[in-house]
């Protein structure tokens, strides 16, 4: 079974501060995972993914990610919080490609003048 | 292309009465999933599709809910009766080959 942990459930920042959001994940498979980020009353939109090239995966509005496979860990960072990064984050897992993604619980992202 | 389009945006029913969602995937992606949101439980894989046929139904909690999707534009998702608990908001994905998840914008269900 697969599944991903997401520590902390809201995180604040500062405008123009550095964004950490945590993701831990657990699989018996070389893992594929994601990022997706949900803005109020809309679906899921994919930031970035990992398929097994590059540990360092950068996304779409600046955001990357890191596959540490020895800490378990996919942390998406962004050195710049801007306003409008404020949102839902979800960290997903899953056995290949994007079939059958299992979701974290979420973290949202609140951003401060 | 209009992206993954969901009816309706919101649903207000009673207590067993049946709801039908209704999702249309965006052209030519091959696989559709129905998600479930809620805040106790965050986001739940229902049931996945891959090229019309049901391929794993194992998040469905319970016999009051179905899905069709009778074709490659067209999935429903029932539930018959519902119940205060079935409260939520339901998405519905596609993707072609392993690729990303589009989301539509989801069905946001009340039942009272």
């Known amino acids: 079974a697969q599944s991903v942990t997401q520590l902390g459930s809201h995180v604040s920042v500062s405008e123009g501060a550095l964004v950490l959001l945590r993701c831990n994940y657990s699989s018996s498979v070389p893992p594929y995972l994601f990022w997706y980020v949900q803005y109020p009353n809309q679906g899921l939109q994919l930031l970035l993914k990992y398929t097994s090239a590059a540990t360092l995966v950068k996304g779409i509005n600046g955001f990357e990610a890191e596959f540490k496979k020895s800490e378990t860990s996919f942390h998406l960072t962004k050195p710049s919080a801007h306003m409008s990064d404020a949102a839902e984050y979800f960290c997903?897992?899953?056995?290949?490609?994007?079939?059958?993604?299992?979701f974290g619980t979420g973290t949202q992202l609140k951003v401060e003048l | 292309d209009a992206g993954v389009i969901q009816s309706p945006r919101h649903e207000v029913t009673e207590m067993g009465q049946e709801v039908t969602l209704r999702c249309k995937p965006i052209s030519g992606h091959n696989s559709l999933f129905w998600y479930r949101q809620t805040m106790m439980r965050g986001l739940e894989l229902l049931i996945y599709?891959?090229?019309?046929?049901?391929?794993?139904d194992s998040g469905m909690p319970e016999d009051r809910f179905s899905a069709k999707m009778p074709n490659a534009s067209f999935s429903t998702l029932k539930i018959q009766p519902s119940e205060p608990r079935d409260s939520a908001v339901y998405f519905c994905?596609?993707?072609?080959?392993?690729?990303?998840?589009?989301f539509g914008s989801g069905t946001q269900l009340s039942v009272l």
């Open positions: 599709f891959n090229n019309n046929v049901p391929i794993d």
């Open positions: 994905a596609s993707s072609y080959t392993n690729e990303k998840l589009f």
């Open positions: 997903a897992v899953g056995p290949g490609g994007g079939n059958k993604l299992t």
